[in-house]
């Protein structure tokens, strides 16, 4: 089992950045597909980013795509999310979620181990 631990999120202006980081506690991230969700008030949970095992292959929701950058740590203990030009409808809890899979995928059901978030606020 694995736990994952978020940190960097806070509030920010429209148009800053934040990078948010993920760190597991006790084993290597190597071995796990790794992703990003958020969920803003009143809505559902949705995917934001997927890093794949290998850490070859990403994947983005279309509303990030270009701003939003997922990655690993060389030594393979932290994943990040570099996020740019923020927007004020970026603003949710963002959850760092993990699962053995050797394919990357954007349903939330395929990750067991989950993060307990961090909050970004980005104001207008």
């Known amino acids: 089992q694995v736990q994952l631990v978020e940190s960097g999120g806070g509030l920010v202006q429209a148009g800053g950045s934040l990078r948010l980081s993920c760190a597991a506690s006790?084993?290597?991230?190597?071995?796990?597909?790794m992703a990003w969700f958020r969920q803003a008030p009143g809505k559902e949970r949705e995917f934001v980013a997927v890093l794949s095992r290998n850490g070859a292959n990403t994947y983005y929701a279309d509303s990030v795509k270009g701003r939003f950058t997922i990655s690993r740590d060389n030594t393979k203990i932290a994943v990040y999310l570099q996020m740019n030009n923020l927007k004020p409808e970026d603003t949710a809890v963002y959850y760092c979620?993990?699962?053995?899979?050797?394919?990357?995928?954007?349903?939330?059901?395929?990750?067991?181990?989950w993060g307990q978030g961090t909050q970004v606020t980005v104001s207008s």
């Open positions: 006790r084993r290597t991230l190597s071995s796990y597909t």
């Open positions: 979620a993990a699962d053995t899979l050797s394919f990357i995928t954007t349903t939330q059901s395929a990750y067991d181990y």
